[in-house]
DNA sequence: TTTTGTGAATTGCTTCACAGCA
DNA sequence: TGCTGTGAAGCAATTCACAAAA
């Protein structure tokens, strides 16, 4: 595939939103749509949205815009969600139950498929919806790994033990880590990191909203 | 307060990960840190901590660094966070429930203190830790957010639902938002909007692993 | 006419490098 | 010496503006 290798991390963003709009312009019926008319939906210009695309080849007609299914295809396939991939959970906690029961992984391409925790009273225990998920001690997690050619996984634990939970996570040969845990953690160089501070996102928030309006 | 009105997002961001260091740091009883040890353990450098904090006027002392008390107070003026906020939670289905039970909001001076729903069969049961909050019908929104200055709110409902409970969340007052639904919400202006989509979260980093090595 | 794709211009962010201070 | 604060330089991302295609 043609994947270059300076894709700007704001750009990737992006497109990922792109493919989620053009999904539901999709389940619209609509079979073409410009870049101005996508923009104005998701607040972003269509210049950029033409740049971001630039990256990855030719995509629509000039004069028509691009061809929605077509590009719902491509944009998968330049994201790598063009088929479902095996997620593992790490925590077993509240909020990592919250995420085994939230429909929008599936609806993506991700499906949880396997729950860890160190928690031995959680151990042994079904999750899920369908009471489908044991909870699996952490020592399982590189032999299942390797069975489910698992490499995604969701961390959910306290910070206390998130770096521990990560090194686990990378030992037993994750790639990519989507972590909640309220700290920085050391993964190496080509393993990858999101985290999702919630705190943090509120801290943002409540600066912008600071001295504008006093409270 | 000495608030610029040019502090770029990402320098917003990273203030808040230097308030999280930072509290971790003056736990363990440091009195002091230079920008080079900060920048060290999250992964930023150093040049780049002093540019961010130079918005916001003189912060440390030549030769020795940054008084970690101190700073730890400034940030939280910096950044709003110096008093607890109230917070609501609209949407009171899997993910809101976690949230509610989420100890780290609390911990970081944001304490939910509301939570509203449209489903009836979920209006008046108790939710929290201690059972003490009473799910509401969205109607009552208006009253509760006067009376207890709620700027903040939570939204963790379908997407399907997410435009509208925005529009009644910002109708009641509410100057922030943090979304957790996978779709665009439009707001006013003078609203500020975080929006956290986990699917997304999960596209960025698949296309991060991607192309890297094969699978 | 409408709309893409793209070099050029611009804006914004980060890094550099060093004067000044402890 | 060690470290901050900051102008200058460099780099990255966004917007502009227009030629080419439908």
Redesign the interface.
Known sequence: ?N?PDN?P?PA??R???Y???LE?IHAADSQTVSSKQLGA???ISDAQIRKDLAHFGQFGQPGVGYRVPEMVARLRE????DRT?N?LLMGAG??G???L??K??T??G?EIVAVFDNHPALIGTLLGADRDLRVRHPDEMPEIVEAR?I??GILAVPGSAAQQATDKLVEAGV????SFA???IKVPQ?V?V?S??????????????????P?
Do not use: H, W
């Open positions: 595939m994947r894709v991390l990737v963003r497109l990922c939103l493919l989620r709009q539901i939906v998701l607040g330049i994201l790598g969600t991939a997620v509240n909020l139950r919250a995420l029961s939230y929008g992984f609806k993506r991700f050619s490499r995604f790639r990519a880590v989507l309220p700290c920085t080509d990858a999101s999702v501070d919630l705190s943090v996102q509120l801290e943002q928030l409540s600066f912008q909203i600071s001295g504008v309006a409270m």
